[in-house]
């Protein structure tokens, strides 16, 4: 805006008188003020904009705490818990890995971020509970803990399906080993 009609001024200035100091000076000095003016108006306008946003990033904020409040206010547990839930109930085998469920994680809620140890905590502290799953059989080193689903009148899907599989007796030099 200042700057084209200055330069435009400028212009005018210059071709009609020849190029001296004492013509440019003025005009120069001129320039300087006004675009010192329109910095200061632009830097005023950038600093209550930052501010506008840095209370508007602080309401969000607060609305979102207050928003995940009521939901755990409502259930008992986090949005996690609550996707968590959502995906055992979607799953068709009664019993699951914490792979499992990180897979129809991705398919049910692609957008959410996925937290592998997160989701693994809450399989861990759902089944501690024993109030929606069971440990089937724990995890180790080589192999992950699989759960089975606890149905609302407490009973497991498929009944109490066995911990382990009972390895067969072998027979080796006529002695049975253990």
Same mark, same amino acid.
């Given at each position: 805006? $200042?700057?084209?009609?200055?330069?435009?001024?400028?212009?005018?200035?210059?071709?009609?008188? @020849?190029?001296?100091?004492?013509?440019?000076?003025?005009?120069?000095?001129?320039? &300087?003020?006004?675009?010192?003016?329109?910095?200061?108006?632009?830097?005023?306008?950038?600093?209550?904009?930052?501010?506008?946003?840095?209370?508007?990033?602080?309401?969000?904020?607060?609305?979102?705490?207050?928003?995940?409040?009521?939901?755990?206010?409502?259930?008992?547990?986090?949005?996690?818990?609550?996707?968590?839930?959502?995906?055992?109930?979607?799953?068709?085998? @009664?019993?699951?890995?914490?792979?499992? $469920?990180?897979?129809?994680? &991705?398919?049910?809620?692609? =957008?959410? @971020?996925?937290?592998?140890?997160?989701?693994?905590? =809450?399989?861990?502290?759902?089944?501690?509970?024993?109030?929606?799953?069971?440990?089937?059989?724990?995890?180790?080193? &080589?192999? @992950?803990?699989?759960?089975?689903?606890?149905?609302?009148?407490?009973?497991?899907?498929?009944?109490?399906?066995?911990?382990?599989?009972?390895?067969?007796?072998?027979?080796?030099?006529?002695?049975?080993?253990?």
């Amino acid at each position: 805006m $200042v700057c084209v009609n200055i330069g435009t001024n400028l212009r005018a200035v210059m071709s009609n008188n @020849p190029i001296t100091e004492s013509s440019i000076q003025p005009e120069l000095v001129s320039l &300087r003020a006004k675009l010192s003016g329109e910095i200061e108006r632009d830097e005023k306008q950038s600093e209550l904009i930052l501010k506008r946003i840095e209370k508007n990033k602080a309401l969000l904020h607060a609305v979102n705490g207050s928003l995940g409040m009521l939901v755990a206010q409502a259930t008992g547990y986090g949005a996690l818990t609550d996707n968590v839930r959502a995906v055992i109930k979607s799953l068709d085998t @009664p019993t699951f890995t914490a792979v499992d $469920v990180e897979n129809a994680f &991705r398919t049910m809620f692609p =957008t959410a @971020p996925l937290n592998k140890p997160a989701i693994r905590t =809450t399989l861990w502290n759902m089944a501690k509970k024993e109030l929606e799953i069971k440990t089937f059989r724990p995890g180790n080193n &080589r192999q @992950p803990a699989e759960y089975v689903r606890i149905l609302a009148e407490g009973e497991v899907l498929f009944g109490d399906l066995p911990r382990r599989r009972a390895r067969p007796a072998t027979v080796v030099n006529g002695e049975h080993s253990k």
